[in-house]
């Protein structure tokens, strides 16, 4: 499947796939920024997108940024639609006691196709039953 991406930035990078197999394409910082300890920050790709009509790129923490310096992405994992042509953004969110330097051209997070699935949406006045019924948060720890 196509994934057409338009560079907005001229230091924009295009990401690519770093193994063969990977779920991830990393994305890329196109700016300086500085995120002090317990804020966030919105981090500019320079990078606009095509997306296939069913599906949607997911934005999703990398690992090695969330072990080593409590770096992730603040609304994991970020949904960016099919009709949406502007700039790919990315909220970092500092965790750790630090302030975290981001460089230009750092991989700060990194980018999923997935495949939706539209709900036909009915209202109901009931539910069917479960075994478990309304049962919710913690429920199963009891």
């Known amino acids: 499947m196509d994934l057409r991406l338009r ?3 001229p230091d924009a990078i295009i ?3 770093q193994h063969q197999g990977d779920a991830g394409i990393d994305l890329h910082a196109i700016e300086a920024m500085a995120i002090a300890p317990q ?3 919105l981090i ?3 990078l606009a997108a095509e997306i296939p009509l069913t599906t949607e790129l997911q934005i999703r923490p990398r690992s090695g940024l969330a072990l080593k310096h409590s770096i992730t992405v603040l609304n994991t ?3 960016i639609d099919a009709n949406y042509r502007g700039e790919i953004g990315i909220i970092l969110i500092n965790h750790g006691s630090e302030t975290f330097q981001v460089t230009p051209g750092m991989r700060v997070a990194q980018m999923v196709m ?3 699935v539209q709900a036909n949406i ?3 006045t009931e539910l069917s039953n479960t075994t478990r019924g309304s049962d919710g948060f913690g429920s199963t720890g009891r």
């Open 15 to 17: 990401p690519q796939y």
């Open 39 to 41: 804020t966030t920050a």
């Open 114 to 116: 997935a495949n939706i």
């Open 77 to 79: 994992p970020g949904t």
């Open 122 to 124: 009915i209202e109901v």
């Open 7 to 9: 560079k907005l930035h």
């Open 44 to 46: 500019k790709t320079g």
